[in-house]
């Protein structure tokens, strides 16, 4: 008869820790999950942000380029205009000095 008593007690406590592991392995299992989640969510996000700062300061850099090309095209020009009326100066002196 203890034998049996003790037998019970020891399927009780084996019982429970079984249930105890199953539970710390569900638990587990489930942190695990969702840290995963979060770190897949979290490197997405910095995965994006890094490509829209990496698009608009590549927009901006363009912009900064085209404005440049657009001042040296515009004091070109005023070389141009400038060379042309000096050499039309000159062409009128040297043509009344004759």
């Known amino acids: 008869m203890g034998f049996l008593i ?3 007690k ?3 406590c084996y019982t429970l820790l ?3 592991v199953v539970v710390v392995v569900v638990v587990v299992v489930v942190v695990v999950v969702v840290v995963e989640v979060v770190v897949v969510v979290v490197v997405v996000v910095v995965v994006v942000v890094v490509v829209v700062v990496v ?3 590549a ?3 363009m912009m900064v380029m ?3 090309m ?3 095209i515009f ?3 005023q070389l141009i205009s400038i060379a042309v009326s000096l050499f039309h100066r000159n062409a009128a002196v040297y043509s009344t000095s004759r």
């Open 6 to 8: 003790n037998s019970f």
């Open 70 to 72: 657009i001042t040296l």
């Open 10 to 12: 020891f399927d009780k």
């Open 66 to 68: 085209i404005m440049i």
């Open 18 to 20: 079984v249930i105890i």
């Open 59 to 61: 927009a901006a850099v």
């Open 75 to 77: 004091l070109f020009v």
């Open 55 to 57: 698009v608009v300061v």
